[in-house]
């Protein structure tokens, strides 16, 4: 928390309630449709979460939404349920035979809506509000009344319409910034104003668009300045670019503000993730607390510190809100930590400890270079890319064990003849001695093979047994993995695997190793032939 939060603290309310309404606007997402059986899940999974008012829908709108208001109405939870209502007695009376337990009613005040959508005057909306709000309150206790595009109204005005709606019984005064068009600064003026203007005891509710990306402060500069209640959306769906996230609303009051709220936040991240599959909007990798990245370091020095103390880098504990710090990628010490070029030496050593990888020095070192040449050629790395890259440097023999490098390697492909010319290095007993020899080949893989056989004319004749590749994730830039078995004319078979972004260059480090297994295997066994004698696939 920051030290100057408290310059806001003190204006804070005592308590601040949530007004969920993920079902009803956040269902205006476009193509966003719930059935009924998971708006029953999503408003059990609220009332377990806390949500103190769940906005069910609008019942007049459809046989489907009527139905959903009157079974969530009938789950008996701890939450009020709210059914939403134009100012007219036909949808006011759907929300009473919807058994709902409070009701929502709005009219427009703003010019521009009462000139070019109701065409009424300001005498004709005030004298509808004292009519509309007294018949809803005949029905229930509790009347929340919004002046649509309130932040659009002429203030007077606004403060009018709302001391005539709670005349008329109105027990909740909403202040919604419908078209995304406020600042901060000016709905905080707005809410203070009202807040001045209404009774004490009528609540204030703000209910703030995303169109400028602002939804969430102007929400938070509502509450400072007399809000009680907050209309939010999971995930921030709503019309066009949404409301206010629930997320990142309630995180921030009780994380940043410290205030005191019904929420159980360890129920966040699961009830987001919920809305994300009923409601087919993927969250965005990077949404502020429940994307995938909002807790991962790539940065080695973020890493490294955060496997010192996560405060150092992360806003608040994950866990908090349910967040869960392993996922399938990424886990050092509980934090999700991506392998990428920027990682260090130390997340590096944490994520192959975790990963149960052991290894000398010098493989480390391998390891590391590779992972940084992939690095630059890719974004992303899974723990299965680091895992094959690690299984490929250990399982290899130690340099002082090999009889033959590879130094170079020119393919030759496309619309021409396949041609490879290879460049090794081999071991005799007096030292190493480089040749180099060209192919050509059916394909790429066939004539740098070829040419790396025909410079390594100790070997003999080679049979290719078995030549496999597969790709160890989706995508054309994964890994892939070759895995070979070759047979010597002594009837010896080894096997060899590599790993490696571009294909040729895994299968020929695939020979290459089989190979190095050969010489090893032929040394042993001085060359006599052993028909069954496999050397171990190392990984
Ligand atoms: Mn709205």
Request: charge should be negative; proline fraction near 3%; charged fraction near 25%.
């Amino acid at each position: 928390m920051s030290p100057h939060i408290e310059l806001v603290r003190s204006k804070l309310p005592e308590h601040v309630y949530f007004f969920d309404t993920t079902m009803r606007d956040g269902e205006q997402t476009p193509e966003v449709s719930f059935t009924l059986d998971e708006k029953l899940k999503i408003a059990q999974q609220f009332d377990t979460l806390g949500i103190d008012i769940i906005e069910a829908g609008m019942p007049v709108v459809s046989k489907g939404d009527f139905e959903a208001c009157k079974q969530i109405s009938h789950l008996g939870l701890k939450a009020q349920v709210i059914g939403l209502a134009r100012l007219n007695k036909k949808d006011i009376d759907d929300v009473v035979a919807a058994d709902m337990n409070a009701i929502h009613v709005f009219i427009a005040t703003s010019d521009l809506h009462l000139r070019d959508k109701l065409k009424m005057t300001r005498e004709q909306v005030i004298a509808k509000i004292t009519e509309m709000v007294a018949y809803a309150k005949s029905h229930f206790n509790v009347v929340e009344f919004s002046a649509e595009d309130a932040t659009r109204t002429d203030l007077d005005f606004l403060i009018k319409a709302n001391l005539t709606a709670v005349q008329a019984g109105a027990t909740r005064i909403n202040i919604p910034d419908t078209v995304g068009t406020t600042t901060p600064k000016a709905f905080g003026y707005v809410v203070s104003k009202n807040r001045e203007a209404l009774p004490k005891d009528v609540k204030i509710c703000v209910h703030c668009h995303n169109d400028f990306g602002l939804a969430v402060a102007n929400s938070l500069a509502g509450i400072e300045n007399g809000a009680e209640v907050v209309h939010t959306t999971f995930l921030g769906i709503g019309e066009r670019a949404g409301n206010a996230s629930f997320e990142q609303v309630a995180t921030a009051l009780y994380a940043l503000y410290g205030a005191k709220t019904s929420i159980k936040y360890k129920e966040l991240y699961k009830t987001s993730k919920l809305i994300e599959r009923f409601s087919n909007i993927k969250i965005p990798v990077q949404f502020p607390l429940i994307g995938k990245n909002a807790f991962r370091h790539e940065s080695g020095i973020h890493a490294h510190a955060v496997i010192q103390n996560p405060r150092t880098y992360e806003p608040l504990t994950p866990e908090l809100i349910g967040y869960p710090r392993s996922d399938e990628l990424a886990d050092i010490v509980a934090q999700s930590i991506t392998i990428g070029k920027h990682t260090g030496s130390h997340s590096l050593k944490a994520k192959l400890d975790e990963l149960g990888v052991t290894c000398t020095q010098e493989q480390f070192t391998d390891i590391f270079e590779r992972l940084k040449a992939l690095g630059d050629k890719r974004k992303k790395i899974g723990d299965i890319d680091l895992i094959t890259i690690a299984n490929d440097v250990t399982g290899r023999l130690a340099q002082q064990d090999k009889t033959v490098i590879l130094d170079e390697l020119t393919v030759l492909t496309g619309s021409v003849t396949p041609t490879a010319t290879a460049k090794i290095r081999v071991r005799l007993d007096d030292g190493w001695e480089q040749r180099i020899d060209s192919s050509i080949g059916v394909g790429p893989v066939d004539a740098a093979v070829k040419a790396i056989l025909k410079t390594f004319k100790e070997i003999g004749k080679i049979e290719l047994m078995e030549y496999e590749i597969e790709a160890v994730t989706g995508g054309t830039d994964a890994l892939g993995v070759t895995t070979i078995k070759i047979k010597d004319e002594n009837g010896i078979v080894v096997s060899g695997n590599a790993a490696h972004e571009d294909i040729v260059m895994s299968s020929v480090q695939a020979v290459m190793n089989a190979l190095n297994k050969l010489m090893k295997m032929r040394k042993k066994t001085n060359g006599t032939a052993h028909d069954t004698a496999e050397a171990k696939p190392s990984i």
